[in-house]
């Protein structure tokens, strides 16, 4: 029989805000982790831009929003994690833009019924999980290439990016915490999921994977003084949409849109990009849009490590909740997907990623307690 030597109890693969929720947790029942990220920097789907000087948190290009009032799985980690919310600014009026040429109309137009922010930003969150964890939990730029069943152990084969090297690992279980679109093509599972489980994951669009962002920074919010809540919604673009994004305390100010172009288009009309989005926040809210400090964009579609081929050529949708299939453990019980989309609550969203981090910690926690 083969005698395997562990590297530790639980390998995570992917450290954004599932992998590295449930490390935390894991850690507090004592467990050895390791996560492997394939990316250089943690956090995925969340990312954050941070003032050069200071290092405050400036601004997200990943998610920005929670709903605590029907999120009941955010208070719990926010009181542990000790982050603040705060409300979405949309005191004022809302304006239409509805043609490039002509001007853009002022109309009143209510709140969104509970929706708040996340004081430093969900950044914060990512930042206060993966400082509890021991220095050399997380090995960035290691990239997961194939798992193995061993007897009592599973393999996990992955490439270290910085030093172009190839390296194993053992661990009595893995928690898979990547979008289930990249893991199904990216991982080479030796033959050990079942077709089922492979079209199940193929068939489970990533959130917003294929969504672009971009954010304006300005000293001052200058759309509130006459009366703005900074909410747009246009039908001429480059931004579907656009919000308010100021920090809390005051301390910066900014403008976050939704660009509304699809993924081919922003890739072929990439270099006028700019300066469209540049023209919309002026022909919005006057000459002083043009004078932001930095004009930040983000797309979603050309990440690696998050946006899948199956992604690009699916329509944009939101996932639906996962038969269970994706939440039993497969390779005879010893590997789980934990990603937001496997979460029975909000899938795709921050509270999908807290959810099926609590789930699937809390049984891997069960099973160790009988080991
Ligand atoms: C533009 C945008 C706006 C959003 N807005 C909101 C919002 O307002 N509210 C909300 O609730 N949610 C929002 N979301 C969704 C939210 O960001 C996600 O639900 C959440 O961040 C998912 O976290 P996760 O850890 O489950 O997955 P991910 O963040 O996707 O993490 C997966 C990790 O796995 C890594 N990885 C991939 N392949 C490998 C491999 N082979 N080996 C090792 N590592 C690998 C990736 O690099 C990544 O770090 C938004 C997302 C985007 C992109």
Redesign the pocket.
């Known amino acids: 029989m083969l005698k395997v030597e562990f590297d530790c109890d639980v390998i995570i693969?992917?450290?954004?805000?599932?992998?590295?929720?449930c490390a935390d947790l894991l850690r507090n029942a004592g467990l050895k982790i390791i996560v492997?990220?394939?990316?250089e920097?943690?956090?995925?789907?969340?990312?954050s831009i941070t003032d050069r000087g200071s290092g405050q948190y400036r601004a997200?290009?990943?998610?920005?929003?929670?709903?605590p009032k029907y999120?009941p799985a955010i208070a719990p980690w926010f009181k542990r994690l000790e982050i603040e919310t705060f409300d979405q600014y949309e005191k004022g009026d809302a304006l239409l833009d509805l043609q490039t040429k002509g001007p853009v109309q002022r109309q009143f137009t209510p709140g969104q019924d509970g929706i708040a922010r996340i004081s430093g930003g969900?950044q914060s969150l990512i930042d206060k999980l993966s400082s509890r964890l021991e220095m050399g939990t997380i090995r960035t730029a290691?990239?997961?290439?194939k798992i193995e069943h061993h007897e009592a152990a599973l393999k996990l084969f992955?490439i270290d990016k910085v030093h172009d090297k190839h390296l194993s690992l053992y661990a009595r279980r893995v928690v898979i915490?990547?979008?289930l679109r990249?893991?199904s093509q990216?991982?080479d599972w030796s033959g050990k999921l079942s077709a089922k489980v492979l079209q199940e994951m193929n068939d489970t669009p990533?959130?917003?994977?294929t969504?672009?962002?971009a954010v304006a920074l300005y000293e001052q919010p200058f759309w509130r003084k006459t009366g703005l809540s900074g909410r747009v919604a246009s039908q001429v673009g480059p931004l579907a949409e656009i919000h308010d994004h100021c920090s809390l305390d005051g301390s910066g100010a900014a403008l976050f849109g939704?660009i509304g172009w699809p993924h081919q288009m922003r890739k072929s009309r990439g270099p006028e990009l700019k300066d469209l989005i540049a023209d919309q926040l002026v022909r919005c809210f006057g000459d002083q849009a043009g004078h932001y400090s930095a004009l930040h964009i983000?797309d979603?579609a050309t990440?690696e490590?998050?946006c899948s081929q199956q992604d690009l050529i699916s329509p944009p949708a939101h996932p639906e909740v996962t038969s269970n299939r994706l939440r039993d453990p497969h390779f005879d019980g010893r590997l789980f997907f934990?990603?937001?989309?496997?979460?029975p609550q909000?899938?795709?969203?921050?509270?999908?990623?807290f959810t099926?981090?609590q789930l699937t910690a809390t049984r891997l926690i069960a099973e160790f307690q009988q080991l």
């Open positions: 693969v992917g450290a954004g805000l599932s992998g590295l929720a492997l990220e394939a990316d920097r943690i956090g995925g789907r969340i990312c997200d290009l990943g998610p920005t929003w929670i709903w999120q969900p290691h990239r997961a290439t992955a915490s990547v979008p990249m893991a990216a991982i990533t959130w917003m994977a969504q672009a962002k939704f983000k979603w990440s490590t998050i934990c990603v937001s989309e496997t979460s909000s899938p795709g969203l921050i509270e999908g990623a099926a981090a």
